[in-house]
């Protein structure tokens, strides 16, 4: 197992590497306009992208969602639109998950994975990812795709 994470972490590239090359692939927007040149930089600087890949209810009646964040920053307290359900929430919480553990912090920058405890049932929502980006089906199945409004 030692030797399986050791050549991981030498040989694939980190997120920011990574998405240069594959924002263009995945996501069928203009990726020479402001939202496309933030997601191929894995800009803390754009608008929060976040692409949900799993949800689950939480211990109060709370939504959390995990996923990657492509692009901005994310923290408790900002007003989330989701994308497909066409309605707003506000982020309770912003945490990290180490394996079973969940480790709450104040926010997460682009290029991370990360869970976000939401009020809103992300279940109604249909899969898809936000602004076309395309499903990366051997990877993970889209739940729903969060665009922070007050960033952009």
Same mark, same amino acid.
């Given at each position: 197992?030692?030797? !399986?994470? *050791?050549?991981?972490?030498?040989?694939?590239?980190?997120?920011? &590497?990574?998405?240069?090359?594959?924002? *263009?692939?995945?996501?069928d927007? &203009?990726?020479?306009?402001?939202?496309?040149?933030?997601?191929?930089?894995?800009?803390? *600087?754009?608008?929060?992208?976040?692409? $949900?890949?799993?949800?689950?209810?939480?211990?109060?009646?709370d939504?959390?969602?995990?996923?990657?964040? !492509?692009?901005?920053?994310i923290?408790?307290?900002?007003?989330?639109?989701?994308?497909d359900?066409?309605?707003?929430?506000?982020?309770? &919480? $912003?945490?990290?998950?180490?394996?079973?553990?969940?480790? *709450?912090?104040?926010?997460?920058?682009?290029?991370n994975?990360?869970?976000? $405890?939401?009020?809103?049932r992300?279940?109604?929502?249909?899969?898809?990812?936000?602004?076309?980006?395309?499903?990366?089906? !051997?990877?993970?199945?889209?739940?729903?795709?969060?665009?922070?409004?007050s960033?952009?």
């Amino acid at each position: 197992m030692k030797l !399986f994470f *050791e050549m991981a972490i030498k040989k694939l590239p980190n997120p920011k &590497q990574a998405q240069e090359y594959r924002i *263009e692939r995945i996501w069928d927007g &203009q990726v020479n306009s402001s939202i496309g040149k933030a997601l191929v930089d894995c800009s803390d *600087e754009g608008p929060a992208v976040f692409c $949900v890949t799993h949800v689950h209810s939480g211990g109060n009646g709370d939504t959390v969602a995990t996923g990657r964040l !492509f692009s901005g920053k994310i923290q408790k307290g900002d007003k989330l639109h989701l994308v497909d359900a066409l309605t707003e929430t506000v982020v309770n &919480q $912003v945490a990290v998950d180490m394996g079973s553990f969940r480790e *709450e912090v104040n926010s997460v920058l682009s290029g991370n994975l990360a869970s976000l $405890v939401c009020l809103v049932r992300l279940r109604q929502a249909k899969p898809s990812l936000m602004w076309h980006i395309r499903q990366i089906w !051997f990877l993970s199945k889209a739940y729903a795709t969060f665009l922070n409004r007050s960033s952009h």
